[in-house]
């Protein structure tokens, strides 16, 4: 099994968690990718942001770790969505999800979450293969 860090993602997280962070783990051919919260591309802080561009923020950052880990958006099987419960996110989420995964989309979840230890409203993890299709 190989911890990537990837930056500036790994600081951000280990500003946020308070630790040493790896956002990204390959073994047995995938990549599996922790969560991430739309954290400010030029900052690293999580600040409130209209809730598309904390869609787009987050499947950026996750483009990058893949992309760190020789994989890619592409490359993805499963994908989890953590949202905290208004009725418009579901269809926004789409709306910004599907310029991202046009065609072959990834298995995909979407949960409610009560709410989130900051000013944001929604964290993606996901699960890809490893290596360059």
């Known amino acids: 099994m190989e911890r990537l860090r990837v930056e500036p993602i790994s600081t951000y997280l280990e500003r946020y968690r308070k630790g040493l962070a790896f956002p990204v783990v390959i073994a047995n051919g995938f990549v599996y990718l922790s969560g991430l919260p ?3 591309p ?27 880990a020789g994989s890619s958006l592409r490359q993805i099987v499963k994908c989890n969505v953590y949202c905290t419960p208004d009725p418009s996110h579901f269809a926004r989420f789409n709306a910004v999800y599907d310029r991202y995964f046009s065609g072959d989309s990834p298995a995909r979840i979407f949960l409610h979450v009560p709410s989130w230890p900051g000013p944001f409203d929604v964290e993606i993890d996901c699960v890809a293969t490893a290596g360059r299709a």
């Open 38 to 40: 739309p954290f400010d």
């Open 42 to 68: 030029d900052t690293g802080e999580v600040r409130p942001v209209p809730f598309e561009r904390q869609v787009e923020i987050v499947l950026q950052q996750m483009k990058l770790c893949l992309e760190a």
